[in-house]
């Protein structure tokens, strides 16, 4: 009796072991494949790892951390998310990229994967990467490289006023320029367009001015030069930043003026990102 048990046992181990390698097998082949997946259709513009600075004016496209980053700061619900992800692969447009204009501009829009991946493996890429990205060490080095880009902006500022609750409107509308959702028309452009080009022009010549008497002010300084003097300068320079701020602020109003309720609900959420 035990003999014809052990027989059993072991023909029935015999039947077992194909099935878990098969399952073991189906497993590693599933999860080979969304890796190929990705290498193959998307690695190959969007680097996966984190970009040499010497090597970023090289990039074909934003690398996928920092598409998953807008995706994740422009959608907050998961399934849009992944949504938008799988939409935009199969149709890409300039007007719904999740990216700031100028990227768009400099990359270009993406060719369509439509009948290149299937929309179920598109869901599973989506995925993946919803999981993946952004790294940890992308999301702080960004917040390094902002904090040290506004460190320089104050710096470097011309106005006497910084905050971020006073934006740059046109500088900001032009990151956003084509999005379908701002729905900007051709003559609000224009407009928009004629106000940054004469504020460009404008403070441009304050900054110069304001340059040279700042050096003047150090070296007076530095070297002892009469109070009233380096006083006269100090309100020089007082005077030229506070003209300057009345640009800004001209600035604002005017382009303010031009755009729609609608379009400005979609753009104040913008002004902090």
């Known amino acids: 009796m035990k003999r014809i048990l052990l027989v059993i046992l072991a023909l029935l181990i015999l039947l077992i072991q194909p099935i878990m390698a098969e399952e073991n097998e189906t497993n590693d082949i599933n999860s080979f494949d969304i890796n190929t997946l990705i290498e193959n259709n998307c690695a190959s513009c969007h680097t996966l790892g984190m ?20 995706v994740k700061n422009e959608l907050k619900d998961y399934e849009k998310q992944k949504a938008f992800i799988v939409n935009y692969a199969l149709n890409p447009q300039a007007e719904h990229s999740v990216c700031d204009m100028t990227k768009v501009e400099k990359f270009g829009v993406m060719p369509s994967l439509k009948g290149k991946v299937s929309k179920e493996n598109l869901n599973r890429i989506a995925t993946h990467l919803l999981v993946q990205f952004p790294t940890q060490k992308f999301v702080e080095t960004r917040a ?53 080009s004469d504020v460009i022009k ?72």
């Open 51 to 70: 970009p040499h600075p010497s090597t970023i004016s090289s990039l074909p496209a934003p690398p996928m951390n920092a598409v998953i980053f807008h």
């Open 144 to 196: 390094e490289a902002k904090l040290y880009k506004e460190i320089n902006k104050l710096r470097n500022s011309p106005f006497l006023m910084n905050q971020s609750a006073l934006p740059k409107v046109t500088l900001l509308l032009m990151k956003h320029w084509g999005k379908g959702k701002l729905g900007l028309t051709e003559e609000q452009k224009e407009k928009l367009l004629a106000i940054r």
């Open 202 to 273: 404008n403070i441009k010549s304050i900054k110069e001015q304001l340059y040279n008497l700042e050096h003047d002010i150090i070296e007076m300084t530095i070297y002892e030069g009469e109070l009233e003097l380096i006083e006269s300068k100090v309100n020089e320079t007082a005077k030229l930043k506070a003209k300057a701020t009345m640009i800004q602020i001209k600035c604002l109003l005017e382009s303010v003026e031009i755009l729609t309720e609608k379009q400005m609900a979609v753009l104040v959420p913008l002004w902090g990102a």
